[in-house]
């Protein structure tokens, strides 16, 4: 059986994951606990860490990639899942791509800029900005997996 533990600096979102654990009838199988990933005591400790919709949100993405690096154990992957935007700009940008900015300038860049050092990455994150910042945390590169969806993409990052 698997166990899946959840970490998330909001309480709120945690008391809600636990909410809707327990609603499931599986929250006897998740553990979701308010706490910096980064804080110390778990290294190498899980066979897979994952991050979805969230690394563009950061104001520091590499670090809390570093964090992920260090979680995982030997023979572990990370696996990170964003917003499906094109590759790279054009002008003028697809549907997807001018809904994502408009996530971007109203919530996702104001929120990834509040604490210093603040990337601002905003919601459009193109797979090159996170194969940089996945490079900085000392991956040693990143893989787009063959997973067909119109919104997501899902990156491997290999260690």
């Not at 992920?68 to 964003?82: E, N, Q, S, T, W």
């Not at 459009?124 to 787009?144: N, T």
Request: one cysteine or more; aromatic letters at 8%; charged letters at 25%.
């Amino acid at each position: 059986m698997a166990r899946v533990e959840g970490f998330d600096l909001d309480e709120p979102s945690i008391a809600s994951a636990r909410e809707n654990a327990a609603n499931a009838g599986i929250g006897d199988r998740l553990k979701f606990e308010a706490r910096d990933a980064a804080a110390g005591g778990r290294a190498g400790t899980y066979d897979l860490v994952t991050a979805f919709e969230t690394i563009h949100d950061m104001s520091d993405p590499v670090s809390v990639l570093m964090a992920m690096r260090a979680l995982v154990a030997p023979g572990g992957a990370v696996l990170i899942a964003d917003e499906k935007v094109a590759e790279a700009f054009t002008a003028p940008g697809d549907e997807l791509e001018r809904f994502m900015y408009g996530w971007s300038v109203l919530h996702c860049l104001p929120v990834g800029r509040v604490d210093p050092p603040a990337l601002g990455t905003g919601t459009v994150m193109r797979p090159e900005i996170l194969r940089r910042y996945a490079s900085q945390a000392g991956f040693s590169g990143v893989e787009i997996l063959p997973i067909e969806h119109d919104f997501w993409r899902f990156y491997r990052l290999l260690l």
